[in-house]
């Protein structure tokens, strides 16, 4: 009897010490404090201004995990602070995101990044140029995310389009700020009979996010 008190209790004891790290276990893709101070990091090395803004990344992680997405592609992804954001949201539904950058040396910033993010296993970096390296890659986008040369969106936009997944979503960034630079592009999603879509703005520079409805 008293043997069989002491395994009650004893068995209690470890159920009490593990509540409450359980009850702390974060979800997967929740941002972290120190994936947060990396995000920080990117910013301030930034000198060129390249990456997106918070409001913005914090948009594309949460379209990306509400779609469920799994495929993701990223077409201009510089030192990877926009990669980290889909990527946790990627990390969410058990997605893949690629995402390829032409300049080495943000290339391997971007590698090193998602590194040390954690993401390494969801988020894979390209380095090439995406005209030629997206033809290299197997299957269908669920989601694309288009951060490239502006004037160079709609080129980009007729090579991904046909291998979108019905429902899938066709993002880009600087639709507010870059307007002028992507005309072609802006009238191509805006009058697309397989799309619909909406321009948002979550920071100051505009996202479109384009639904393939058929
Ligand atoms: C505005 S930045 C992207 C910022 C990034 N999305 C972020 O928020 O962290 C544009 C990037 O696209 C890259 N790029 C432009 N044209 C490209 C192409 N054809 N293939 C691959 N990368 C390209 C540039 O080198 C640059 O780093």
Redo the contacts with the bound molecule.
């Keep these: 009897m008293r043997a069989l008190i002491a395994l009650a209790l004893s068995l209690s004891l470890v159920l009490m010490s593990a509540a409450p790290v359980l009850a702390q276990k974060a979800s997967p893709g929740t941002l972290t404090p120190p994936v947060t101070a990396l995000l920080t990091a990117i910013r301030s090395a930034d000198k060129g201004q ?3 803004s918070e409001e913005d990344g914090r948009f594309l992680r949460m379209l990306v995990a509400t779609r469920g997405a799994k495929t993701i592609l ?10 980290i954001w889909l990527g946790l949201g990627a990390r969410e539904t058990g997605g893949k995101v690629v995402s ?4 080495p040396q ?1 290339a391997k910033e971007a590698a090193a990044n998602i590194r040390k993010a954690g993401l390494e296993d969801v988020v894979r970096v390209v380095h ?4 030629a390296e997206i033809p290299k890659l197997a299957g269908t986008f669920d989601f694309v995310f288009l ?3 502006k004037p ?1 969106y709609q080129k980009f936009f007729d090579m991904v389009f046909p291998r979108l997944t019905p429902g899938g979503v066709f993002t880009a ?1 600087n639709v507010i700020n870059k307007k002028s630079d992507m005309t072609p592009f802006l009238k191509t999603i805006e009058t697309h009979p397989g799309l619909f879509t909406t321009i948002v703005s979550p920071g100051l520079e505009g996202i479109s996010v384009s639904y393939k409805t058929r």
């Design positions: 390249l990456a997106i990223e077409i201009g992804g510089a030192s990877g602070y926009s990669g390829i950058e032409y300049d943000r090439g140029d995406a005209f951060d490239a040369w160079d960034h």
